[in-house]
């Protein structure tokens, strides 16, 4: 046992001890690096915020989607194979919202008062996307102009997906996935730029 320990203790005391070097530049050569590094804590940092600011929005996302899988057997809708894509989709919106909400979030630390503007973006963003009407509905002259909005393809895509309704129109997806890759580079370019000075502002 004592001989055990022993050994244990000069491996220990062998091993080299983590050191942390703080070097010029190492926040912009290593960023991505140290995000996959640290990839657990903000796993859990993302959850925490998920179970405590956003419980109530994965809450009516669960009972929408229960009444959606109920309805389907009432009516004895059986989805297409299209439902297999449905995940293409959700990854889809994912990146189409995560692009704005860091460009918002910069935004929100620098000018406090900008948060008061964000429920009426949100609203006429729900009004300009085809959340409660197709947008097969828009004139096809303007139809690939109304395209731009990154989100028209994603719910066009939902659409397809769930209901089978018509093939997707493809010149509007290609453009709304080329608006949400421009607002994904945008978004995390200005959040990079901004939170240098969030500490400060904070």
Same mark, same amino acid.
């Given at each position: 046992m004592s001989s055990t320990l022993s050994k244990s203790s000069l491996a220990a005391d062998a091993a080299p001890g983590y050191e942390l070097i703080l070097e010029a530049g190492r926040a912009e050569k290593h960023y991505w690096a140290d995000l996959w590094r640290y990839?657990?804590?903000?796993? /859990?940092?993302? !959850?925490?915020? &998920?179970? /405590?600011? $956003?419980k109530q929005t994965v809450i009516d996302f669960l009972?929408?989607?229960? =009444?959606?899988?109920l309805m389907m057997i009432w009516y004895a809708?059986?989805?297409?194979?299209? *439902? %297999?894509? =449905?995940?293409?989709?959700?990854?889809?919106?994912?990146?189409?919202?995560?692009?704005?909400? %860091? !460009?918002?979030?910069?935004?929100?630390? #620098? $000018?406090?008062?900008?948060? $008061?503007?964000i429920p009426f973006i949100v609203q006429f963003g729900l009004y300009i996307s085809?959340?409660?009407?197709?947008?097969?509905? *828009?004139?096809? #002259?303007?139809? %690939? =102009?109304y395209s731009i909005n990154p &989100?028209?393809?994603v719910i066009d895509g939902f659409r397809w997906c769930i209901l089978g309704e018509s093939s997707i129109y493809w010149p509007g997806f290609l453009a709304s996935l080329l608006v949400t890759t421009w607002f994904l580079w945008f978004g995390i370019r200005q959040f990079r730029r901004m939170e240098k000075s969030f500490a400060d502002l904070i």
């Open positions: 990839r657990e804590l903000f796993q /859990v940092l993302a !959850w925490r915020d &998920v179970s /405590v600011r $956003y009972i929408s989607f229960s =009444l959606l899988v809708w059986l989805p297409g194979w299209q *439902i %297999l894509l =449905l995940p293409v989709f959700v990854a889809l919106a994912f990146l189409a919202s995560l692009g704005p909400a %860091l !460009w918002i979030t910069a935004l929100n630390v #620098k $000018y406090r008062d900008f948060r $008061y503007i085809p959340v409660g009407f197709s947008s097969s509905v *828009i004139p096809e #002259k303007w139809r %690939l =102009l &989100v028209v393809g």
